[in-house]
């Protein structure tokens, strides 16, 4: 670790004492909070296994920096707002970065960007299908129990690009260059099962009915049994989505395209939805199904119409579904797939958050395996997100969902939820101010490495409980098959 030279700086504003500015000898860090995530990750053993389906060529007697150490470096990085490779130039030092990686603080410097660099671009295809299996194996490993049903969103997310990458193309509706990723995540545990890079200009469902075929594959071999719902936007309204999710035997609700037939079919219906709301001044929500068959279909299926009218206008939306309730229960059929909106905030989390729209390395192959590594920080932090979760009690027996509340009550709803349970549903970025951003001094000797923080730090709170709920969990590192 390199000490740079003795200065002191005084500023005066105080008036009475003069306030010295000096550099410590000491071993700081400002990311202490990363400790009790990388012990969570010792339990469940993500990097582990996430290295492990790496092939690394390398001449062992050459070797100063694992695959193993490098992942951990990348993947808590992101966790910490370091997305980018230049970041570790200046945290290959840091004494917690060390610890993560396996370490102690005196021992050589972690990985530098040039070596990283390397590392993303040596992956190949096999290590790629590989990591596809430690994804769904964690996320079959993070289940205590058989679950009975499963509900799975599958939604893109542009992805700007800035420079020269492979595959990335002009999108003319986004208006940028970009790659376009597609995630498949589970509404019941929030973790991303499945995810690919497309090309810039791809359609959002391209190559979905192959993806959605490993994936119910590998459940069902784990789960004879388990039902399985897939939800997506009217991106996916194609006939061999449909047909791939009959074939497979899943529940699907799709949202679908208003063309001009179904607006002739529920014109009636808007209008009566409207004069009510006139009448009355209270907003008004009613829905219209029937079976319908559009020209590209094989067969009819059933179609869902909600038209609402309140005072910003009105609003009409369609989604076509095969479950098996929908002709009974149509609005809560609706409402169920209005709860995908939540999936969204994942993957909202999944860019923004985190930063999955780095994609700044020239071969497309690079790109996707920065992907994963984005991906698995994602998991590692929902999974921890649940595991110290402090809900408030359900509502008994609402009459819709809080996701299809009007806008400003959900978002009264959920600030409300978030207020008393910050870590449970924080953001990426409220981890970061609560747990993860906190400077301390790093203490090694012969016999331990003390870690001091702040007895007035205002979080210390949220990092003794965090620190407490992860020391209490069992161990749990599952196997990849064969």
């Not at 010792?42 to 490098?70: I, K, N, W, Y």
């Not at 169920?336 to 989390?349: I, L, M, P, T």
Request: proline share 7%.
């Amino acid at each position: 670790m390199s000490i740079q030279s003795v200065w002191q700086k005084s500023f005066d504003f105080l008036g009475t004492q003069p306030i010295v500015v000096e550099p410590s000898a000491g071993q700081l860090t400002s990311d202490a909070g990363l400790l009790p995530i990388r012990q969570f990750d010792e339990q469940v053993g993500l990097t582990e296994q996430f290295a492990g389906a790496l092939d690394d060529r390398r001449h062992e007697p050459f070797v100063d920096h694992s695959f193993l150490q490098m992942v951990r470096m990348r993947v808590f990085g992101m966790l910490a707002d370091y997305p980018d490779q230049n970041d570790h130039d200046l945290l290959r030092s840091d004494p917690v970065f060390k610890l993560i990686a396996g370490l102690t603080p005196e021992d050589h410097d972690l990985a530098s960007q040039p070596t990283l660099s390397r590392f993303e671009n040596t992956v190949d295809v096999a290590s790629l299908n590989r990591l596809r299996d430690v994804f769904l194996d964690q996320f079959i490993a993070s289940f205590d129990t058989p679950p009975v049903r499963l509900t799975f969103d599958i939604d893109p997310f542009d992805d700007p690009t800035h420079g020269a990458q492979q595959l990335t193309f002009f999108h003319g509706y986004y208006g940028q260059y970009q790659y376009l990723p597609r995630a498949i995540t589970c509404a019941d545990n929030d973790q991303v099962v499945m995810i690919c890079l497309l090309f810039g200009t791809a359609h959002p469902a391209l190559g979905a009915d192959d993806d959605l075929q490993y994936l119910v594959d590998r459940l069902r071999r784990e789960w004879p049994d388990v039902e399985i719902h897939l939800r997506a936007d009217s991106g996916f309204a194609t006939p061999t989505m449909y047909r791939t999710c009959e074939r497979l035997g899943i529940w699907y609700t799709i949202g679908l395209g208003m063309n001009p037939v179904l607006k002739r079919s529920s014109e009636e219906l808007l209008e009566q939805t409207v004069e009510n709301f006139e009448k009355t001044g209270e907003e008004q929500r009613v829905f219209c199904a029937f079976w319908y068959q559009a020209r590209s279909w094989s067969r009819a299926r059933y179609t869902i119409i909600k038209c609402e009218a309140h005072a910003q206008g009105t609003n009409r939306r369609a989604i076509v579904t095969n479950r098996p309730g929908a002709p009974i229960l149509p609005e809560a059929t609706y409402n169920a797939y209005v709860q995908r909106g939540e999936s969204e905030n994942r993957n909202k989390e999944l860019k923004c958050g985190l930063h999955a729209d780095r994609l700044s390395d020239h071969r497309y192959l690079a790109n996707l395996f920065r992907l994963d590594l984005h991906c698995a920080a994602h998991n590692l932090l929902v999974r921890l997100r649940r595991a110290v979760a402090n809900p408030p009690p359900a509502e008994k027996h609402p009459e819709i969902p809080t996701e299809a509340f009007p806008g400003n009550q959900r978002r009264r709803h959920f600030n409300q939820r978030r207020q008393q349970d910050p870590l449970g549903e924080g953001h990426p970025a409220t981890w970061q101010t609560r747990l993860i951003k906190v400077a301390a001094e790093i203490i090694p000797s012969s016999r331990r490495i003390l870690v001091r923080l702040s007895g007035c730090w205002p979080y210390l709170n949220h990092y003794r409980e965090v620190s407490e709920a992860v020391l209490g969990l069992a161990k749990n590192v599952p196997l990849r098959p064969g």
